[in-house]
């Protein structure tokens, strides 16, 4: 057998060499790009959480540390082909994470660990049904969606937005 598979190999060692080169290539360039999208996402996503938290009361830093993670478990799902699952899991753990640090300030209303987990459900079916989206020119280019579902009236919105305020 290893007599067998030495011959392959020195058969076709030009073509597995050509792959192996080609294949270290792909990795080269698409590994950093990935990563790249993951930290951009993962900060972008944390100052947009951030400021979300101040706008309805909280500390930017609480806020901060869940949209982060929030970014790093959609755009980490993303990438492995999973972004409906990764979507719901991020808004669903973004938000206790956020909602759990903004219990523990002393300032500012106290939630129940039941209060919390609801939201913190509420968030990441919101947040998949926003992701069904995916992007308004997605949906122009004649992509449905159920009629009636969240992301459904949430794009209405936003292209009703987007043609009367421009």
């Not at 080169?21 to 993962?42: F, K, M, Y």
């Not at 300032?107 to 987990?117: F, V």
């Amino acid at each position: 057998m290893v007599k067998e598979k030495a011959a392959f190999y020195k058969e076709h060692k030009t073509e597995i060499q050509v792959g192996v080169s080609i294949a270290e290539g792909v990795a080269a360039v698409s590994v950093p790009t990935a990563l790249g999208a993951i930290g951009v996402s993962t900060f972008v996503d944390g100052v947009l959480g951030g400021c979300a938290n101040v706008m309805t009361g909280g500390e930017f830093s609480n806020g901060f540390i869940g949209g982060a993670v929030n970014g790093w478990i959609t755009s980490v799902g993303t990438c492995f082909g999973m972004s409906s699952s990764a979507d719901a899991l991020g808004g669903f753990v973004g938000n206790y994470i956020t909602e759990s640090l903004n219990n523990r300030d002393t300032t500012g209303p106290k939630k129940g660990e039941i209060e919390i987990m609801l939201t913190s459900a509420g968030m990441g079916f919101t947040q998949f049904q926003i992701g069904q989206i995916k992007t308004l020119g997605v949906m122009s280019n004649g992509v449905k969606l159920p009629k009636g579902s969240v992301g459904y009236w949430v794009a209405k919105f936003f292209i009703i937005r987007c043609v009367y305020t421009n």
